[in-house]
């Protein structure tokens, strides 16, 4: 999920009526904010002195476990918080007040209150609703709530952050993608969740399909001061910031209640007897067991890259990523939920194939996508990177289910949300970085580097699954007789209960929708997708 074009175009006119009504910003000129660090790894529990005794026989290694399962990332992190004694660290894009969230909420809240410090730093993009939730537990004495880049307004209405954007768009159009969370500074998980339902498989319409890590080792420091830096930088506001007529702790003592009483339904849902059922011996993050073990780093951008006055590669981790790649010598593969490579990345690309190096990408289908806007720009480079001989796969909706003509309203089915990038079998990064323009120069990025064969080899597993003739698209230039290689007409192939199936084009999806994304193909908005 990604800023939306197409749902900013829908409030234009409103915003040109609207440009006399800003008003006086909301942001307080008294606020206090006091800087904060990661608290040192403590020894004094059963799960530090596990991962102690593991770490002890891996030197300077880190270690790591694959969440492919949305089930299985949602009570991991549920158990390592439950499992928490010292301290907590949160920082995501999306933090959704639903079932998923408030549940996390809950446990968040239980942490804080057997003392546990609980630091909570979102992207202020896409709070709605949930300001009164973090407002409210911004309110526990081990409780801080902070907001990066933000609104300055807490009025969390669309038309209020439409009407921003209109007079400081070139701020707020930078946002901050990291997902990380960090448990008593010793065990982390990093990856492309975001916190919702349709993260964890308890959507209503689309469920997404991702990839999370957990990791011991010397990559938790690393992620601990990289949540830090962002943490205590300038674009991080407390939400005490603003100016809020709300009674906070009377909001806590109900939301205790009501988290309480969710917390309870929730566990006697289906959904819960589904996780029991397929998770019978606990999540992977309350697991003892095996890791893969590897050489790692945690690489993000630079908090001040949202700064957006000037665009300096030193402040992102894209230009690292490209080395990675740039050093293949036989195979990379790429899942990227947004693919749009750009002119210069479908060369570098071709150069790679050109070399030698079998390149195949996974990215959503037209039918899969919740950002037709984005697809457009994937569908540019479509055809010239097929010409260069690279494989490209499309995932599939659920089969059967209904499509929406137009992209207000989720897709159907599952939608690929997984960013990740395997080199030669050896080296993986996975993380919250899209292949896309957006991620390269607007939003700030950050994930982890591993070199581990068993890990590769597992995330290669996942590629395989993902692009599986019942899984996926493939699309290929469909040759005639007599034709130069790689001129023929594209062609989409799957197979369906059995049977082999294609198209001559994107299939699945209504007329309408199709020509949505031919319209979208002719502005000049790739910069910002």
């Not at 234009?12 to 008003?23: D, E, M, N, P, Q």
């Not at 030197?59 to 010292?86: E, I, P, Y």
């Not at 943490?231 to 009377?250: E, G, I, L, M």
């Amino acid at each position: 999920m990604r800023l939306s074009l197409s749902n900013l175009a829908l409030h234009v006119f409103s915003l040109i009526s609207a440009t006399a009504l800003l008003g006086c910003s909301s942001l307080r000129e008294d606020f206090v904010k006091n800087p904060s660090n990661a608290l040192v790894p403590a020894g004094d529990t059963s799960s530090s002195r596990y991962v102690a005794g593991e770490l002890g026989k891996h030197d300077g290694l880190s270690g790591f476990r694959l969440l492919t399962r949305s089930t299985n990332a949602l009570m991991s992190r549920v158990a390592l918080t439950d499992q928490a004694r010292h301290s907590i660290d949160l920082q995501y894009y999306i933090f959704k007040n639903d079932a998923t969230g408030r549940l996390l909420a809950q446990r968040l809240l239980a942490a804080a209150d057997r003392g546990v410090r609980v630091r909570i730093l979102l992207d202020d993009m896409n709070l709605g609703d949930e300001d009164r939730l973090f407002d409210a537990l911004d309110a526990h004495e081990n409780i801080e709530v902070r907001l990066f880049n933000p609104f300055h307004t807490r009025d969390p209405s669309t038309f209020s952050k439409i009407r921003q954007f209109l007079f400081d768009g070139r701020r707020l159009n930078r946002r901050m993608h990291n997902k990380s969370f960090i448990a008593d500074s010793t065990v982390a998980i990093i990856g492309g969740r975001n916190i919702g339902d349709d993260y964890f498989d308890a959507g209503a319409e689309t469920n997404f399909r991702d990839l999370d890590l957990i990791a011991i080792g010397p990559v938790v420091r690393e992620a601990s001061n990289i949540f830090d830096d962002y943490w205590n930088s300038d674009a991080a506001y407390p939400v005490t910031a603003f100016h809020n007529r709300r009674d906070a702790q009377a909001d806590l003592g109900r939301l205790r209640i009501a988290l309480t009483r969710d917390a309870r339904s929730f566990a006697q849902s289906d959904y819960a007897q589904a996780t029991l059922d397929e998770l019978p011996e606990g999540a992977t993050g309350d697991r003892r067991g095996e890791w893969f073990w590897g050489d790692a780093s945690v690489i993000a951008d630079q908090p001040e890259k949202i700064d957006g006055r000037t665009d300096d590669p030193a402040l992102r981790i894209g230009p690292r990523l490209r080395i990675m790649i740039d050093g293949a010598h036989h195979t990379v593969d790429i899942m990227s939920p947004y693919f749009i490579p750009g002119d210069a990345g479908t060369i570098f690309l071709s150069g790679l194939v050109q070399r030698g190096v079998n390149i195949r990408i996974i990215t959503n289908s037209l039918a899969s996508t919740d950002e037709p806007a984005a697809h457009s720009g994937y569908a540019h480079y479509r055809r010239k990177l097929l010409e260069a001989a690279v494989e490209l796969y499309e995932l599939r909706p659920t089969p059967g289910a209904a499509q929406p003509a137009t992209s207000r309203g989720a897709s159907s089915g599952i939608s690929l949300h997984a960013k990740a990038v395997v080199v030669d079998g050896e080296y993986v990064f996975i993380g919250s970085l899209n292949m896309d323009q957006r991620s390269k120069l607007l939003n700030t990025e950050m994930g982890v580097v591993v070199e581990s064969l068993p890990l590769a080899k597992a995330v290669e597993a996942f590629f395989d699954t993902a692009s599986s003739a019942s899984n996926s698209f493939h699309v290929i230039l469909q040759q005639s007789a007599g034709e130069r290689p790689y001129a023929g007409k594209m062609s989409w192939l799957w197979s369906e209960g059995g049977i082999e199936k294609s198209a001559y084009r994107d299939p699945g999806v209504t007329g309408r929708r199709r020509f949505e994304v031919f319209v979208l193909k002719l502005l000049p908005i790739e910069g910002l997708l």
